[in-house]
């Protein structure tokens, strides 16, 4: 435990025992977290160490911020290297996802911010370095990383699209703001595949929930390397291995597997994690013999009209500002890779 102050302590926990001990009190943090997000479940976070453990030197440290004795704020991250330099990271799995810590929103929340990124800086063994990959800039960690006026390096800054479904009364509302263009190309496109003899969308049911994860990821292995694109996670297969463990055994994460098939082929297909009242977009792929159907266009608006069935509040379509998700929403948060030095 460090020092505590004005009623503030953190407390340090070390290695994948104390990751196990905590579930109890880390999942009872997450149900009332102010932001959910599948990232931090106790499941995500013990899948992901699982997969880098391995990776010398990395240790696994658990800062745990408590005010007035109440767990407030939570965060995992790894000590280990990059490029040869000491580096603190958080612990994720390694495709690109959304970096942050769980929290209880109050004024005090930036007392607690700040007393957690002092905590990472007083760690012994630690660097001075703390890495972040996809920090969310509205993050408490990056706003008191701020105000301590701690050293930074920006890499880059990528836009992360989202849908506040609470706005809209309903679907139809919401595709009624759609542009006309875009409403006519959507009803087009629907059209055409409704056409195809075979055709159906479904949400897929778990026992099929495999064999549809196998076909997305090899579908984009091949889009990777036709394309010549740099995805480690996806090309090494470990992505696979993961999503296989997450989505096995006990406290599975709510997912969605959503699919459009033309009789048991396969069009296009996407996992979608449900943290909450939140949707957060995690993998799609299509066949790209049915491109100019934009199956991948398509499969999201169902997606929107599934979120919107099921009482959502909000949806993540993840980072990238691509031409298709923008036509589906204008609100955008961002993320950043950035380096802090601590101390």
Request: hydrophobic share 45%; glycine share 8%.
């Amino acid at each position: 435990m460090s020092r505590a102050q004005d009623g503030i302590a953190v407390e340090i926990l070390k290695g994948p025992a104390a990751l196990r001990d905590i579930q109890p009190e880390w999942d009872a943090l997450e149900a009332r977290a102010s932001r959910r997000t599948v990232f931090l479940t106790h499941k995500w976070l013990r899948t992901a160490w699982a997969e880098i453990q391995s990776g010398f030197p990395n240790r696994l440290r658990l800062l745990l911020v408590r005010d007035g004795g109440e767990l407030v704020m939570a965060g995992a991250f790894v000590l280990g290297f990059f490029r040869l330099t000491p580096v603190i990271r958080f612990l994720t799995f390694g495709t690109p996802q959304d970096e942050d810590v769980l929290y209880l929103a109050s004024e005090r929340t930036p007392l607690h911010a700040e007393a957690l990124l002092r905590a990472l800086g007083e760690l012994r063994w630690a660097p001075r370095q703390l890495r972040a990959e996809r920090l969310r800039e509205d993050s408490p960690l990056y706003a008191a990383a701020e105000r301590l006026g701690l050293r930074r390096r920006r890499k880059h800054r990528i836009g992360s699209v989202y849908l506040t479904l609470t706005r809209f009364a309903g679907y139809d509302d919401y595709l009624g703001q759609l542009s006309a263009k875009t409403r006519s190309g959507l009803k087009r496109r629907q059209r055409d595949l409704d056409a195809l003899p075979g055709y159906s969308f479904r949400r897929e049911p778990p026992e099929a929930v495999p064999a549809v994860l196998s076909w997305l990821f090899d579908t984009k292995r091949r889009w990777a390397r036709e394309g010549g694109h740099r995805a480690p996670w996806l090309m090494n297969r470990s992505v696979d291995r993961f999503m296989a463990a997450l989505l096995s055994g006990e406290d599975v994460p709510q997912h969605w597997v959503l699919t459009h098939r033309d009789g048991e082929r396969i069009i296009a297909a996407k996992l979608c994690f449900v943290a909450g009242k939140t949707l957060i977009f995690s993998k799609i792929a299509h066949d790209p013999a049915y491109a100019r159907y934009s199956p991948g266009l398509t499969l999201n608006l169902l997606m929107l009209r599934e979120a919107f069935a099921a009482g959502l509040a909000l949806v993540e379509f993840g980072q990238g500002t691509v031409e298709t998700k923008r036509r589906l929403s204008k609100e955008l948060g961002h993320v950043v890779t950035e380096k802090f030095w601590l101390r």
